[in-house]
């Protein structure tokens, strides 16, 4: 292994170095013609005579070798970039979360699913409970995440807003927002559903409204008086792909974990198209 890397290093030097000799070469010519020659010629004919024949040929060779100089110059610097991103690639790979899938529910798992997850699982509890549920597309209306219907029916019965929120309560705003949603489009009942928990004001416009808050305790004994089967159901839903690794809210694609001064954190993988950032949180599945 020593004598492998010592090879690697001293290839990685001869990759760096390699457009330097030529480009020294090719000043050296061209310091040569332009000085050297005009200062060997002075008061002297027949060496005039031989500069002048000899001329084009040195500056051809100046030329060459300048050309092989850029040519060897590029080839460094696009291996040196393809090197980077192989490190980039294989530090960002270490990153990512290595947990295994676990095989039964907990309230930690609940609280780290990421937030797409999280509305997928909760569409498809309500879809245990016999409810055709609809989810929205990312950037859709009115912050609803979720459409509920009894039947066939084509209008709504409920909407599903969802908040996978656990360094924070939901206050009163965004439940406020929802009753909004729920008169401008009509629709009598509304949940909140959310894997924290709801602040005073948040609680007490709910019961002066037909909203039922469900914080993440709550929502957590529901699953658990389903049938074994259901919640292993839902539980493939929640861990489905990478499940601890959130999705961009505006692209819709899973975010890259991103190094800044200070931390790190999620930034969305079409930077800079979209700038959209995460903050970083434990991924640690205790019980």
């Known amino acids: ?18 457009w ?11 310091f040569i013609i332009h000085y050297g020659f005009p200062l060997w010629t002075t008061d002297n004919p027949i060496r005039h005579a031989i500069t002048v024949a000899i001329r084009p040929f040195g500056l051809f060779a100046a030329a060459l070798f300048a050309t092989v100089a850029l040519i060897n110059f590029i080839r460094a610097e696009i291996r040196s970039k393809c090197s980077s ?8 790979g270490k990153l990512k979360p290595t947990h295994s899938k676990p095989d039964t529910w907990s309230l930690a798992l609940l609280k780290q699913i990421e937030w797409k997850r999280f509305e997928e699982l909760c569409a498809a509890y309500f879809r245990e409970l016999g409810l055709r549920a609809e989810t929205i597309k990312c950037g859709a209306d009115g912050g609803v995440d979720v459409k509920l219907f009894r039947g066939d029916a084509s209008e709504p019965h409920s909407i599903l807003q969802c908040k996978a929120w656990n ?13 909004g949603v729920m008169a401008h489009q009509k629709i009598r009942s509304g949940i909140f559903l959310t894997t924290s928990t709801y602040t005073e004001d ?23 008086k389903l049938s074994h089967e259901a919640q292993q159901k839902l539980l493939a839903v929640a861990t489905e792909g990478d499940y601890l690794v959130p999705s961009c809210p ?32 434990d991924t640690s599945l205790g019980t």
């Not at 292994?1 to 170095?17: C, E, F, H, V, Y």
């Not at 206050?171 to 009753?179: H, I, M, N, S």
């Not at 709910?206 to 699953?223: S, T």
């Open 167 to 179: 360094s924070r309560y939901v206050g009163v705003k965004p439940v406020r927002e929802l009753f």
């Open 1 to 18: 292994m020593p004598r492998q890397n010592r090879a690697k290093s001293r290839s990685k030097q001869l990759i760096a170095t390699a």
């Open 250 to 281: 505006s692209c819709g694609i899973k975010m890259i974990e991103r190094k800044g001064p200070k931390s790190r954190f999620w930034g969305c993988s079409n930077y800079p198209k979209c700038k959209l950032t995460f903050a970083m949180r």
């Open 202 to 224: 948040a609680l007490t416009f709910a019961k002066e409204h037909p909203i039922f808050l469900i914080d993440g305790e709550k929502f957590f004994n529901m699953i658990g």
């Open 20 to 30: 330097k000799t030529p480009a020294f070469i090719a000043f050296i010519l061209l």
């Open 85 to 92: 991103r192989r490190i980039i690639d294989d530090d960002l």
